[in-house]
C-alpha cells in the first residue's frame, strides 16, 4: 500500500469521525423534543483494492481503502408503534366517554352541592304538606310554588345538558379540521421526504419523526391503518377508508343538520349529490352520504368499534335533542350508548312523569273521564270519540278554569292541552231514550301526546306551570262542591309520588317512585363515569408500559451517547495521529532519502 493511499486512509477516518460525533451531538441536543428517535451511525468498509490474484491462496491479496459512514439508522420498532396507536386511540375513546360523565354529573348538581334532589324533595314536602291539610291557602301556595321552582330547575338542568351537547358539537369540527391539517401536513412531509432520499444517501430522519408524531396524533383522534411505500411515502385509513394515499388528501366533510346544527364528518369522495350540491336521496329519503364512523355497531373492544376520541365525541353527543319518546321500545337502541342523549331521555321521563301523573289526579277531581263509545251529536257527527278523555263543561265547577276546562297543574307552553268542542245533542230520558228535544252542550276533550309533534308533548322544553294557577294558587280548592276537604285528591297525590310504577328505561327492570328515580339516575351516571374511569386508568397503565418498550427501543440515553462520543472521539483523534504518522514517514522520504 503507498503512503498515499494511507494518507486516503486516515482522511476517511477522519471524515467518518466526524460525522459520527454531529449525529451523537444531534441526538444529545434533541433528546428533551417530545417525538424525537433516536439516530446511531452504522459505519461500513470501503470497497478493497486487488493487489494480485493466486487461485492457490485462500484469498486474493487485497489492500483496503478505509472507512464509510454508510448512513444513520432511525431506531423504532414498527410493532411497537402499531400497539401504542392503536392503544392510545382506546384510551383516548374512554377518557373522553369518563370527561363526559363527570361533566354530566356536575350539570346535576352533585359536585358542587346543589342537587336536583333537593329541588324534587322540595315538591315531595309541599304535596306531603297538602295531604295533611288541602283546604290550607298556605299549602296551596306552596304546592304551586315548589311546582314551579321544579320547573325552572328542570329545565335549567336540561338546557345545562343541551349547551354541554353543543359544545361537543363544536369539538367534533375543531377535530375535524386538525384531521384534515394533518392530512395535508403528512402529503407535505411524503413529498420532503421522497425529495431527500431519492438519491439514497440521505435520510430524512428529522422529517420522519415529524410524520410519526402526526400519525400518533391522528391514532388519538380515530382508528387508523398506515403503512409505507418503497418510495417513502405513507398511506393512511381512517375507519377503512383511504385519507392519504399517493398525491392525495381525500379530506372529511361535515354536513350541518339543519334542524340541531349538529355536525357529521363523511367522505365526499363516496357520497353522491345532485347539481345543486345537495345530497342525492335513497328511496327511503336517505341521504346518499358515506358517514366515516358508523355509530349503530356495538362498542367492543373485541370488535375494535371503541378507538377515537373523535368517535367518542360523537357517540356522547348524540345525534339529536332526547326527550322521553326517545325510551320507547324499539327506539331505546338508537339514544342508548349516547351519554348525553341517554341522561336528557331517563330525565325529561321523570319530569314528564311527574307532569302527568299530578295532571291526570287532578282531571279525576275535575270529573274527566274515558269515552266508552263515540258520542255523537243530533245530526249523527262524532263529538267525542270512543277513548277520548274528556269532561262536559262546568263553568265554576270543582278543580276548573273559569271558562270550565280542567285545572292542569303543569301545561304545555305551545298548545292547549284540552280543547273545546260544541255541539247540540239530543236530550235523553232516565231511560236513555231521546226525548225529541235538543240542547247545546260543550265538551272539553284531552289533547292527546304525539311523539312525532314536539309541541304536544309534556316534555321539559315545552312545560310550565299553568299561569292562572301561579297568579291564583287557591284554584286549587280541594273542596268538594258539598264544601268539605277532598282529602281522597291530595292523598292520591301523595301516593303517586310514593308508587313504585317507573323504570329509568327499557333495560331497566326494577321500578322506583319519584323520589327515589333521581337517585337511581345520579347512580346510573356515577356506575358509568366508574366504569369509563376504570377502563381508561387500565389503559393508561398499558399505555405507560408500551411506551416505556418504545422509549428503551428508541429513545436517547445520555449516558450512552457520552460513551459513543468519547468513542467516536477517540476514533477521530487516532485517524489524526495515523495521518500525522503518514505525514512523518513522506517527510521523511522527500528530505532525508531525496527521493
Not at 469521525?17 to 454531529?22: F, I, M, R, S, T
Not at 362498542?299 to 368517535?311: E, P
Not at 230520558?429 to 311523539?451: C, K, L, R, S, V
Request: hydrophobic share 35%.
Amino acid at each position: 500500500m503507498s503512503l498515499m493511499g494511507g494518507l486516503y486512509i486516515g482522511s476517511s477516518g477522519l471524515q467518518t469521525g466526524q460525522n459520527a460525533l454531529n449525529t451523537t451531538a444531534h441526538n444529545l441536543s434533541n433528546m428533551d423534543n417530545v417525538g424525537y428517535v433516536r439516530q446511531q451511525v452504522q459505519q461500513s468498509s470501503r470497497s478493497y483494492l486487488k493487489l494480485s490474484v493466486d487461485v492457490k491462496s485462500v484469498s486474493n491479496k487485497q489492500t483496503g481503502l478505509g472507512v464509510n459512514y454508510s448512513r444513520v439508522k432511525h431506531i423504532r420498532d414498527y410493532f411497537l408503534d402499531k400497539t401504542y396507536r392503536r392503544e392510545s386511540g382506546r384510551s383516548m375513546f374512554y377518557q373522553v366517554s369518563m370527561q363526559v360523565t363527570d361533566e354530566v354529573e356536575s350539570q346535576l348538581g352533585e359536585l358542587n352541592g346543589e342537587a336536583f334532589q333537593n329541588t324534587l324533595e322540595d315538591l315531595w314536602t309541599a304535596v306531603q304538606e297538602v295531604a295533611r291539610d288541602p283546604a290550607s291557602s298556605v299549602t296551596q301556595g306552596l304546592l304551586v310554588q315548589r311546582a314551579a321552582e321544579f320547573v325552572q330547575r328542570a329545565g335549567a338542568v336540561y338546557e345545562g345538558f343541551c349547551a354541554y351537547q353543543d359544545n361537543l358539537n363544536l369539538q367534533v369540527k375543531k377535530q375535524v379540521d386538525k384531521i384534515n391539517e394533518y392530512g395535508k401536513q403528512i402529503l407535505a412531509l411524503n413529498e420532503s421526504i421522497r425529495s431527500i432520499e431519492a438519491g439514497g444517501i440521505e435520510s430524512a430522519n428529522d422529517l420522519r419523526d415529524a410524520r410519526d408524531n402526526i400519525l400518533d396524533e391522528l391514532a388519538q383522534m380515530a382508528n387508523i391503518n398506515y403503512d409505507e411505500d418503497p418510495q417513502g411515502n405513507v398511506w393512511v385509513q381512517i375507519e377503512g377508508m383511504d385519507f392519504v394515499k399517493g398525491p392525495m388528501c381525500y379530506e372529511m366533510g361535515l354536513d350541518v343538520d339543519e334542524r340541531t346544527g349538529f355536525y357529521t364528518p363523511y367522505w365526499p369522495q363516496n357520497s353522491s349529490f345532485d347539481e345543486n350540491g345537495n345530497f342525492k336521496l335513497d328511496s327511503k329519503g336517505n341521504p346518499l352520504r358515506d358517514d366515516v364512523f358508523d355509530l349503530s355497531l356495538m362498542i367492543s373492544t373485541d370488535l375494535n368499534t371503541d378507538i377515537g376520541g373523535l368517535k367518542a365525541i360523537l357517540h356522547a353527543r348524540g345525534d339529536h335533542r332526547a326527550n322521553y319518546t326517545d325510551l320507547a321500545e324499539g327506539k331505546y337502541d338508537d339514544v342508548s350508548q349516547s351519554i348525553i342523549m341517554n341522561i336528557q331521555a331517563e330525565f325529561d321521563q321523570l319530569i314528564h312523569n311527574v307532569a302527568t301523573k299530578v295532571n291526570e289526579i287532578l282531571a279525576g277531581a275535575a270529573g274527566v273521564k274515558t269515552a266508552e263509545k263515540d258520542i255523537l251529536a243530533a245530526d249523527g257527527s262524532i263529538l267525542v270519540k270512543a277513548g277520548d278523555k274528556y269532561c262536559e263543561s262546568n263553568v265554576g265547577g270543582y278543580m276548573r278554569k273559569d271558562d270550565g276546562s280542567p285545572l292542569q297543574m303543569f301545561a304545555k307552553v305551545s298548545t292547549e292541552g284540552y280543547r273545546k268542542v260544541t255541539g247540540t245533542v239530543n236530550v235523553l230520558d232516565d231511560q236513555g231514550n231521546p226525548t225529541g228535544q235538543t240542547e247545546e252542550i260543550e265538551y272539553w276533550i284531552y289533547n292527546e301526546e304525539d311523539a312525532g309533534d314536539p309541541s304536544s308533548l309534556y316534555s321539559i322544553e315545552n312545560l310550565q306551570v299553568d299561569p292562572e294557577l301561579k297568579q291564583k294558587p287557591s284554584m286549587l280548592g280541594f273542596r268538594l262542591p258539598d264544601g268539605s276537604e277532598d282529602k281522597a285528591t291530595a292523598n292520591a297525590l301523595k301516593d303517586a309520588f310514593m308508587a313504585e310504577e317507573y323504570t329509568l328505561n327499557p333495560n331497566v327492570s326494577t321500578p322506583t317512585n319519584f323520589v327515589n328515580y333521581y337517585k337511581d339516575l345520579v347512580s346510573q351516571v356515577a356506575n358509568s363515569g366508574y366504569a369509563f374511569e376504570s377502563i381508561y386508568f387500565n389503559q393508561e397503565n398499558s399505555m405507560e408500559s408500551i411506551q416505556s418498550a418504545r422509549e428503551q427501543v428508541s429513545g436517547v440515553s445520555s449516558d450512552e451517547e457520552l460513551s459513543n462520543m468519547i468513542k467516536f472521539q477517540n476514533a477521530y483523534n487516532a485517524s489524526s495521529r495515523y495521518i500525522n504518522v503518514i505525514d512523518e514517514m513522506l517527510e521523511h522520504l522527500l528530505s532525508t532519502l531525496g527521493v
